[in-house]
């Protein structure tokens, strides 16, 4: 019983929430005492391994000396730099470190492993997310309305001599389209051709030369040979979107905690936006 009680994904999201707050908590301790810095030996391994990637070989006694120097000098004037605010107005320091602040809250999330039940009643609330499209593969000969007077009584030509037999490529004009379109799903199809040429083609009826059909590009005359129509998709099948989906639901979820606890630690004001009060907005 406490072992399952341990695997709930509520009780994960509220340790990572007291995570993220002990973690603030932490940083706060240390802005006490910003005149210590210590170079453990795990940061220089660290420096070390950087450099072997770069260089494609361990750095000498010399080359690591000067790569904790440089670690050493770079801290000192990034906290020379933070007394001095010099970050506060910096657009770019303040949304790389907002980044980071999210960073830590996804990486936690990531860490979290849902049961099969907790995927599967978040499939079962976002069905219409896994949706399959409809597919369907088909020929097609193309007719350019400027390329005849009268281009519907050509396409009555051109299906009755493909009823006696007249290869469909000795018919129709020549175009960059395709004649045979394989298990294509219909957004493609409204891609290729223009809107509404694949819900045309749901409606036609299988195995039997049909149109004209129009497109973008003029008319057709469709020959449908397999149609799949849109489906939900089974659990098994998108399982790995499912499990994306979830964990990006439960970040944004974290992140909003996370934001709004740090927000309660500040008093904030907010001036008259274009003349009149913010909307929504209390002022504090």
């Keep these: ?40 030996r795990d940061r220089i391994d660290h420096l070390a391994a950087v450099f072997e990637r770069r ?30 605010g010099l970050d506060r107005d910096d657009t770019v320091i303040r949304r790389r470190l907002r980044m980071k602040m999210e960073l830590l809250a996804r990486d936690l999330v990531d860490a979290v492993d849902p049961d099969e039940k907790t995927l ?4 079962a609330a976002n069905t219409e997310e896994y949706s399959r499209p409809a597919r369907m593969s088909f020929r097609q000969v193309y007719f ?9 009584s050509a396409i009555e030509t051109a299906r009755s001599l493909l009823w006696e037999g007249v290869p469909e490529t000795e018919l129709g004009n020549s175009s960059l389209l395709q004649r ?31 149109g ?4 973008a590009y003029g008319l057709h005359l469709v020959f449908i040979e397999e149609r799949e129509p849109r489906r939900v998709a089974d659990f098994e099948e998108v399982r790995a979107k ?11 979820q974290v992140l909003e905690a996370q ?3 740090y927000r309660t630690g500040y008093r904030i004001r907010i001036g008259e936006i274009q003349g009149r009060p913010a909307s929504g907005v209390a002022m504090q």
Excluded: C
């Excluded at 695997?7 to 210590?36: C, K, Q, Y």
């Excluded at 690591?64 to 050493?72: A, E, I, M, T």
């Excluded at 599967?120 to 499939?123: A, E, G, L, T, V």
């Excluded at 350019?144 to 519907?152: G, L, M, Q, V």
């Design 259 to 261: 934001y709004e606890n």
């Design 242 to 252: 499912v499990l994306r989906d979830w964990q990006l639901s439960k970040k944004q």
């Design 212 to 215: 004209p059909v129009k497109s």
């Design 1 to 40: 019983m406490r072992n399952s009680y341990l695997r709930e994904p509520l009780v994960h999201f509220a340790l990572i929430g007291a995570l993220l707050f002990g973690i603030n908590a932490v940083f706060n301790d240390r802005r006490d005492s910003t005149d210590e810095i210590m170079v453990t």
């Design 120 to 123: 599967r009643d978040f499939y």
């Design 55 to 84: 260089w494609q070989r361990p750095p000498t006694e010399q080359e690591l000396r000067g790569l904790v120097d440089n670690f050493v000098r770079e801290e000192v004037l990034y906290r020379e730099a933070v007394q001095l």
């Design 144 to 152: 350019d309305r400027a390329a005849h007077d009268k281009p519907e």
């Design 180 to 210: 045979h379109y394989r298990n294509e799903s219909a957004e493609r199809l409204e891609r290729v051709f223009g809107a509404g040429f694949a819900g045309n083609l749901l409606e036609l009826p299988l195995e039997q030369w049909t």
